[in-house]
C-alpha cells in the first residue's frame, strides 16, 4: 500500500493513534465521551500491545516479559519500555496498565500532536479537531479508492466484525480497545449476532482480555468514589475580599490572583442573601478546563437571559456540543487572518481615514478613539456597511444588556429605560443596512464576507440559524468592535506609557510601512519581533474578558473538590497571569517573557482569549489587526497618557468586561509624518 503527495505510510500508525482516530466524531470535532479511566486503560493498552506487536515485549497468562529493550524512536512508546525494562520483577498486563495509566493523558496529547503533524488531523481553536485532506489509497479497494486514515481504520473493525473475516492480531486489538472504550455501538449499528462476534473477537488476543480486567476489578474508575475523596471548598470571608490590594484598581485578574495564592484553586464567596459564588483558577485548573470543560460544563444557563435580550436563541456564546461547533465552522472564515489578508488595502486605507482627523493638542477618550478606529476598519471588512453614525450606540446597549443580564452587577429594569429602548432598534436597524447591501447583483464581483456567510446558512438551514437570530449575528462583528477597541485602548496606552518602547515599536513600523504598505507575507516575527512580544505582554496584564461563566452539567472533582451540578462557576482564566509562579514579577511589564529561554507563555497559565471550546474564534484575526492598528499609530503619531497618574497606575473598568477607566485619555504630542490621503 502508498501514498502519494502528503500521504502517510500506514505503517507509522500506532495502535493509541488509530484508536484515537476511530473515537474521533466529526458531527462535534471533537472525540466520543468515555469514562476517563475506561478510556486511560485502553491508551496504556493499546501503547503495550503495540510493543508486543514489534516484538519488544510478550505477554502469556501470567506475565509480560521484555524481549528487547531497544528504543522504537516512538515519543510514546519509549517511555513505557524503558519503565518495563527498569522493573527487576515480572509483572502481568493487568498490573502494568494499571501502573502506567497516569501517562495515558499526556499520551492522548501527544498521540492527537503527531497525528496533527502527520496532517491525518487539522486542529482547529477551541480544542477541536477534524480529518484533514489527506488521502489514503489501500489494497482494501480493488478500484484503488482514495479514503481517510480514519477509514481505513473503520473499515477493517467493520470487515472483522459484520463479514466475518479472520481478523489479525492488530486489528483483533483495536476492536478490544473500543469495546473497553463502549464506543462500537455509537459507530456501527450492532444486533446481537454482531455482538456475540465482538465478545468472541476481543477473546482472541491476551491484551484485549487484561485490558478488560484492569477496567472491571479497579475501584479507581468508580464514580461513586468522589464525593467520600473531595475536600471542602474554603470559603473566602467578606473582609478578605474588601481589603484586597488590587480591588480599588479593580484589576480582576489580580485579585484573584491574591485569594487564590490565600485559599487556592477553588474557593467560594458568600454574598448575604445570596446563592454562593464559585469560583476556579490557576495554572493547573486551567488544564482541566482546556480538556474536560466540555465534558462537565455548559455555557447556555447564564447567557439564555441575555438570548432573549435580542429575540434570539441557540447563539454561539450559548450553545455547546455539535451546534456550537457546526457555528464555528460556518462563521471562521469570516474571522479569518486570511480573508482580512486580502483586504488589507481596504484596512489600511479606513484606518488612514479614521486618523486623518487626529490634530496635534487634541485628547481623546481613550476607550472611544479606540472602538470607532477598530469599528472603521471591521464594520466595511465584516459586514459591508458604515455604521460610525451608529457604533457607539450599539455597544452602550451590549454592555447594558451584559450587565443586567450575565454580569448581573445592575438590576433588569436598566435595559429598558428610554435610552436603552432607543438603542434596543439599532440591532434591527444594523440587519437591514447590511440585508441592502446583499443582494446578488450588489455582490457580484465583492469579495465575500461573514454576512455572505451567516446569509448564505441561514438560507440554506432556516431551523439551525433561525431569521431570528440574523439581527444579533449581523450585528455582532461591530460589537466585536467593543472587545478589540478596548484591547487596542490597553496597547496604545502601554505604548505611550513607556517611551522606550514607543521608539522600539516605531522602528519596526516605519520599516514595514516606509516603502509602501506591506502584505500579509510581511508581517514575520522576524520584521515585528519587539511589536509581538509587546502585544503578548499587553494581553497578559490586560486581558479584556478576565473570566468566563459556566454552569455545572455534570458533577466532577477539580483539584481535590468537587463542583455540584447546577452551580455556577466563574473561571478565573486569567489569574494565572498575576502568579509568580507562572509570570515572576506578573505586575511588571517585561515583553522578554515570551523570548529564549524564558518562553513564559508557552503553558495554559497564559490564556487571554480564554480556553476550551468557547476559545474566542477570531484569535488570529485579532492578533493582526491589533498589530496592523499599532504600528500604523506609531508611524504617524506620537501619542501621551492623560492625566499623567495613569502612567504609572492604570485603574480599570472591569463590567461586563475588562477596559481602561473611563477617565484615560490620549493625547496627541505630535504626528510624525503626513497621512496619505
Request: net charge negative; hydrophobic share 40%; glycine share 4%.
Amino acid at each position: 500500500m502508498s501514498l502519494t503527495t502528503e500521504r502517510v505510510a500506514i505503517h507509522e500508525l500506532t495502535l493509541p493513534q488509530e484508536l484515537v482516530l476511530m473515537l474521533l466524531n466529526e458531527e462535534t470535532g471533537y472525540f466520543r465521551q468515555v469514562v476517563g479511566w475506561d478510556l486511560n486503560c485502553a491508551i496504556i493498552g493499546g501503547a503495550l500491545a503495540e510493543l508486543s506487536l514489534r516484538t519488544r515485549i510478550d505477554t502469556d497468562m501470567e506475565s509480560l516479559k521484555l524481549l528487547d529493550a531497544t528504543p522504537t524512536d516512538n515519543p510514546v512508546l519509549d517511555p513505557i519500555l524503558e519503565k518495563i525494562a527498569e522493573e527487576p520483577v515480572e509483572h502481568n498486563v493487568q498490573y502494568w496498565i494499571e501502573r502506567l495509566v497516569f501517562r495515558a493523558p499526556a499520551i492522548i496529547d501527544q498521540t492527537l500532536e503527531g497525528l496533527v503533524q502527520l496532517k491525518i488531523l487539522d486542529y482547529h481553536d477551541g480544542e477541536f479537531w477534524t480529518l484533514s485532506r489527506t488521502s489514503w489509497q489501500t489494497e482494501l479497494y480493488t478500484d484503488s479508492r482514495q479514503v481517510t486514515a480514519a477509514e481505513f481504520v473503520e473499515t477493517r473493525v467493520s470487515r472483522a466484525i459484520f463479514d466475518n473475516e479472520i481478523p489479525n492480531p492488530r486489528d483483533v486489538i483495536i476492536i478490544a480497545l473500543l469495546n473497553t472504550c463502549d464506543v462500537l455501538r455509537f459507530i456501527f449499528q450492532l444486533d446481537e449476532d454482531s455482538e456475540e462476534r465482538i465478545q468472541t473477537i476481543c477473546r482472541m488476543e491476551l491484551i484485549g482480555r487484561s485490558i478488560a480486567e484492569a477496567v472491571a476489578n479497579n475501584f479507581a474508575g468508580g464514580s461513586l468514589q468522589r464525593s467520600a475523596l473531595a475536600k471542602k471548598i474554603p470559603t473566602v470571608p467578606l473582609h478578605k475580599l474588601l481589603l484586597n490590594p488590587h480591588l480599588r484598581s479593580a484589576n480582576i485578574p489580580a485579585i484573584f490572583a491574591e485569594l487564590g495564592k490565600e485559599f487556592g484553586p477553588v474557593f467560594q464567596i458568600r454574598p448575604p442573601f445570596s446563592e454562593p459564588l464559585y469560583f476556579i483558577g490557576g495554572p493547573r485548573v486551567n488544564q482541566w478546563v482546556q480538556r474536560n470543560g466540555r465534558q462537565f460544563l455548559r455555557a447556555r444557563d447564564y447567557f439564555a437571559d441575555f438570548e432573549k435580550v435580542f429575540g434570539a436563541s441557540g447563539l454561539i456564546p450559548a450553545v455547546d456540543g455539535a451546534d456550537h461547533f457546526r457555528l464555528r465552522k460556518a462563521m471562521s472564515p469570516g474571522y479569518s487572518r486570511e480573508r482580512l489578508e486580502a483586504q488589507l488595502d481596504e484596512v489600511y486605507r479606513n484606518a488612514r481615514t479614521y486618523m486623518a482627523d487626529w490634530k496635534v493638542g487634541d485628547s481623546y477618550s481613550a476607550r472611544s478613539l479606540c472602538r470607532r478606529m477598530i469599528n472603521a476598519q471591521i464594520s466595511p471588512f465584516t459586514v459591508s456597511i458604515e455604521s460610525q453614525d451608529i457604533v457607539d450606540d450599539l455597544m452602550a446597549y451590549k454592555e447594558r444588556g451584559l450587565s443586567t443580564h450575565v454580569a448581573r452587577v445592575l438590576p433588569k429594569f436598566m435595559l429598558h429605560t428610554p435610552g436603552m429602548r432607543r438603542r434596543a432598534k439599532i440591532v434591527n436597524e444594523v440587519a437591514e443596512r447590511v440585508q441592502r447591501v446583499h443582494t446578488p447583483a450588489q455582490r457580484a464581483g465583492r469579495p465575500r464576507d461573514l454576512a455572505d456567510d451567516l446569509l448564505s446558512l441561514q438560507a440554506s438551514d432556516p431551523q439551525f440559524l433561525p431569521e431570528s437570530n440574523i439581527p444579533f449575528m449581523l450585528s455582532a462583528p461591530l460589537l466585536a468592535s467593543m472587545y478589540l477597541g478596548d484591547a487596542l485602548s490597553f496597547a496604545v496606552y502601554a505604548m505611550a506609557a513607556q517611551p522606550e518602547l514607543y521608539d522600539r515599536i516605531k522602528v519596526e513600523a516605519d520599516a514595514l510601512f516606509g516603502n509602501g504598505d506591506p502584505q500579509g507575507g510581511d508581517f514575520t516575527l522576524e520584521a515585528m519581533d519587539v511589536t509581538h512580544r509587546f502585544l503578548m505582554e499587553v494581553l497578559r496584564m490586560y486581558p479584556v474578558v478576565p473570566m468566563s461563566i459556566r454552569n455545572v452539567m455534570n458533577a466532577c472533582v477539580v483539584e481535590g473538590f468537587e463542583l455540584p451540578v447546577g452551580a455556577r462557576i466563574h473561571i478565573a482564566t486569567t489569574a494565572s497571569h498575576y502568579m509568580e509562579s507562572a509570570f515572576p514579577e506578573p505586575f511588571k511589564f517585561d515583553i522578554d517573557r515570551y523570548a529564549a529561554p524564558r518562553f513564559e507563555h508557552r503553558s495554559r497559565a497564559y490564556a487571554p482569549y480564554g480556553l476550551g471550546t468557547h476559545t474566542c474564534l477570531g484569535t488570529r484575526l485579532m492578533e493582526r489587526q491589533m498589530t496592523i492598528n499599532v504600528l500604523m499609530i506609531a508611524h504617524y503619531f506620537t501619542l501621551e497618557v492623560s492625566p499623567d497618574k495613569f502612567r504609572h497606575k492604570l485603574t480599570f473598568s472591569p463590567f461586563p468586561s475588562n477596559k481602561p477607566s473611563g477617565k484615560l485619555k490620549f493625547v496627541i504630542a505630535e504626528q510624525r509624518r503626513e497621512i496619505p490621503a
